[in-house]
């Protein structure tokens, strides 16, 4: 049961409870319902595939940030065995926002990098809420620089409004980390894969996010501001949030036409928050396929590949 409901999946989520009183009720009074059970099943996924393929950009925002979504630490437990976290950046501190370390998939050693975001207040708290400090990213970079001399391939899991703004964060070089951080990971030697699993936002995701391959949950958005950021600024109204987010063209669909990403990740009917296990598996397969594909490329087209493309990102042809 979903501990929150957003407004637009109520009328299915009500419907769904109902399904599930005639269920109980048949086993406990051994009434016949069947008939019944089955017409309302029909109408749920009707009116499922209804909401959820007219959904608007506003509302794949609110997906993204739902709180029964699963975070990076639920894809590490239902992906990766033998999962070690690593800690620290050897300069400050460690960042509980990055979650950093290496594991196994399918057998295949694995380094894995994600924001996390926590669940509960105090888990929040402790993880900055997902926005990372400057030491979460040379965390980041300095075990992702590990991986790539042992030939580990690397999978980063994106999930964050953005790098943390606060004064220690800038004191302590943030935008400096972070473009280290790209100029770096566009040089390692390995494939490298990331997946957008919620909110991509601006530089706090792309200081993770320089890969071979980009893919992006079907829910999930990725741009360089948040909607509320954007409506602050051109209207000083954060209640244009809908109308930014329209603007910004931020969905899966949007980014795979602009070429931003590379391929969209289908989620379980109702989205990934109804269904963790089964969003995991299809990421799991998109994982699969990645590192069949870029096993046996060597490590010099990989740069160059890597390099042709976010050098050819928003280029014009006027022709």
């Not at 089955?38 to 499922?48: G, M, P």
């Not at 690593?86 to 290496?102: E, M, N, T, V």
């Not at 590379?262 to 990421?283: F, K, T």
């Amino acid at each position: 049961m979903l501990c929150f409901v957003l407004d637009f999946e109520r009328p299915i989520v009500e419907l769904e409870k109902k399904i599930d009183e005639l269920r109980m009720l048949a086993d406990v009074e051994h009434f016949e319902v069947k008939d019944e059970i089955k017409r309302l099943s029909r109408k749920a996924d009707h009116l499922r595939k209804n909401i959820y393929s007219r959904l608007t950009r506003w509302q794949r925002v609110q997906l993204a940030r739902h709180p029964d979504r699963p975070h990076t630490l639920d894809f590490i437990k239902y992906l990766f065995t033998d999962f070690v976290e690593l800690h620290g950046d050897r300069l400050f501190r460690d960042d509980p926002s990055i979650i950093a370390g290496i594991g196994k998939f399918r057998n295949r050693s694995v380094i894995v990098v994600g924001q996390e975001k926590g669940r509960t207040t105090k888990e929040k708290i402790k993880r900055n809420f997902g926005c990372p400090h400057p030491e979460g990213y040379r965390k980041a970079l300095r075990i992702m620089k590990m991986g790539a001399r042992f030939g580990i391939p690397i999978i980063t899991l994106v999930d964050t409004q953005g790098a943390y703004p606060g004064i220690g964060a800038e004191e302590r070089g943030q935008a400096e980390a972070i473009a280290r951080n790209i100029k770096e990971i566009a040089l390692l030697p390995v494939p490298i894969l990331t997946i957008i699993i919620g909110e991509g936002g601006s530089g706090g995701a792309l200081a993770i996010a320089i890969a071979d391959r980009i893919l992006i949950m079907e829910n999930a958005f990725y741009s360089v501001i948040s909607p509320e950021g954007c409506a602050s600024i051109l209207w000083r109204d954060a209640t244009k949030s809908p109308q930014a987010a329209e603007a910004l063209k931020l969905t899966a669909k949007d980014l795979y036409e602009f070429k931003v990403i590379d391929a969209i990740i289908p989620e379980p009917p109702g989205g990934a928050h109804r269904d963790p296990e089964g969003a995991a598996a299809l990421v799991a397969d998109a994982i699969d396929t990645f590192l069949r594909e870029t096993e046996q490329i060597e490590a010099k087209m990989l740069i160059r590949k890597r390099h042709e493309k976010f050098f050819t990102m928003g280029m014009l042809n006027e022709n």
